[in-house]
């Protein structure tokens, strides 16, 4: 048994008033609770609120809350801010949603709570909050079995069916039908899936926003109609139907309409399905027939990159092609475009794509005639292929492809919709290559397809580094080569390493750090994409790695040997003319960014822009650790004056003095600036109140010893303020005027 709450049910933006007394004008919210008292939360629109209040009223509030959210879109998640027992200490709160386009989870939430929008930020809370992306799959809370599905939406949206004890509840909204039909007959594949992710459930909550008449007008926004919630129903053996996500526009009086007209599609169908329309405040109580059927293979805990990934598409529209190529660039994949399906046939060789898109109609034939020649040919029966078809004529197109073909979108499309439709076929082909003994550590292991010799020779030509080479010396570069995929966050090279090997990125992208010695720091260096390479100067410069290259994303690199390499190199002027221009480019870009974070020439120290720069790092760590950080603000006393009367020669010793003194008196991992002509920062991490007055102590005494040491003709004095944060903020401007404030207050204290 579960019980279910309805506390937000409507759609796209509350609407509160007289008009949505009855059904309720908050947006999405229910509450689920299984029979051990387990609390799930289905989404955090603005009926979370409420929720909030009501657990803190409830003497059996539970500590531990689950929060599993749709999608990230602003009417699913802008009742979060409002959640009270997010602001508890002691409260573990555990958030679920699928990531987003280009952002997690965790930047979605606390974007809104930006100072520009509320008061207090996401990571002031006092709760401890754990968040968790999803792909489709399964996972369990508890004894809770939770199975996921993508949704056919603008933004990457999950179901969620929710199982416990024999009693099954499904969650669905947002979701747009894969095929417009009439007739309760779902002939698309994903009509079908989203038919069997709901089979059997003893309780569907699903969204139906639109009436027919006005879906018309709404095609791509990804909301489904009553009648389709009704049938989708009906087809899966449900046995009750909660039509929710009501429109804005509705009023009591349209939803209860619009619920007397799908309990009659239900009865002219001839089911027993029971359809009642969500009303805030509606409690059920969900009994299951102690069945519990599973319909997700795979877990969904584990993230699949899509970055990288290989698009064919197949279509001589361009309109089409510039369409496709804005969206799907966002994600990182690489797309190649060819006009006709023989071109498709030749270009698949040497792109092995991850997913097909093809026109239904070719100028060379229709698709059918080729989407079976294309698996055949490289040697996947199982290649996803998205077939582009004629709206009008779209239903005779999809019975003619039905056998072969993956997945279907009616034209005009939705870029929005057909993005979020590729990303979920990627991540599910990706799910179904994965080993099932794949380590967690992953060091890099062979391609998905392996390649011919012939084929690593086209990629290599259409890389300027080297085009100018003859098939021999490709040969030659390629004798040993060895292709390897290397997943989000890892270390493909590290700092200090020998450098035996260069590498080439087929697909995905890397980030060039540097270590700062004796320090924490990470010096930036660059990050480099498709057709680009690095490690080549380990192997120029015979000496270990100077930096380490992290993958960003999924990134396939062609590892080559360095005998391979050099002797390529020797053998080609042109070749390494190219590679001289490619240096050139790196070193030119790296002084203009060394020129921008160049330590003070007077001090060494850090300046104000890099300052700025180094503080966003470390604290981001320390606001993961939820640890404390201390910033010190120091001012050389009368430094003009002692410029006027002794020189500027002894104000500089005096500002070196200073620096010095304060390396001495901090730590390697303390962040030393000089923020201003006279005015030096520095930054303590895991460090209080109390540590202030430590620190300035032994910064006064090094002062004192260091300036009769270097016989300097006055005794160097520094006012100095500081400021303490349990949870630094991103920016470091509140603590510098804190901590400025506190040493103006010091001063006025000092006035007789």
Known sequence: MMHVRFWGTRGSIPTPGHRTATYGGNTSCVEVR???????????????????????????????IYLLIGHTHWDHIQGFPFFTPAFLPGMELNIYAPSGFQRSLEDSLSGQMQYSYFPVKLHELSSRIHFTELEEGFFRIGEVLVETQYLNHTAPTISYRISS????????????PFWSTADGLFQHPGDQRHVAFLRGADLVIHDSQYTCDEYKTKLGWGHSTIDYATDVAIAAGVRRLALFHHDPTHDDATIQKLETEARARAFAANSALDVFAAAEGMQIEVIGNGAQTTVADGSALEHRSIAGSRILIVSDRDQDITAMDQVL?????LMSPVPGGRAALDRART??????????????????DFIEQLRSRLSRPELPILLLTDGRAGAEELRKTAIVATDYLATPFSPPMLRTRVRAWLVRTAAANAPADTPPEFSGVAADVARSRSDYS?????????RSLTQAQLDSLLASSTEHVFPNGHVIVRQGEPGNAAYIIISGR???????????????????????????LGILRERPRSASVLALERTTCLRL?????????????DMATELLRVLAGRLYDADRMLARHAPDPLTGLPGRRAFHELYRRLTASARRRKASVLLLALDVTHLKDINDRFGYNVGDDVLRTVADALIDSSRTTDLVARYGSDEFAVLLLEAGANDATTVLARVQQKLQTM?????????????????????????????????DQDMQAKKYRQVP
């Open 34 to 64: 299984t029979a051990d008292g387990t609390l799930i939360i289905l989404d955090c629109g603005t009926g979370i609120r409420e929720l909030g209040l009501d657990l803190l009223r409830s003497r059996s509030s539970p500590h531990r």
């Open 165 to 176: 004890e024999g009693t099954t509840v499904a969650y669905v909204t947002d979701h747009e």
């Open 329 to 333: 660039q966002e994600d990182g994949l």
């Open 351 to 368: 792109l092995v794509p991850d997913l097909v898109i093809m026109n239904a109609t070719l100028p060379d034939g229709s698709a059918a």
């Open 458 to 466: 086209e990629i290599l030509r259409s890389i300027p580094l080297f």
């Open 510 to 536: 890397v980030r060039i750090m540097e270590a700062v010695p004796d320090s924490p720091i990470e010096m930036f260096l660059g990050e480099l994409g498709m057709g680009e390479v690095f490690g080549e």
């Open 561 to 573: 040997s360095e005998d391979d390499f050099v002797k390529t190199l020797q053998g080609s002027m």
């Open 707 to 739: 300036a009769a040491g270097r016989g300097l003709p006055l005794n160097v004095e520094c006012s100095f303020g500081f400021a303490v944060s349990q949870n630094p903020p991103e920016t470091a401007d509140e603590l510098l005027r804190a901590a």
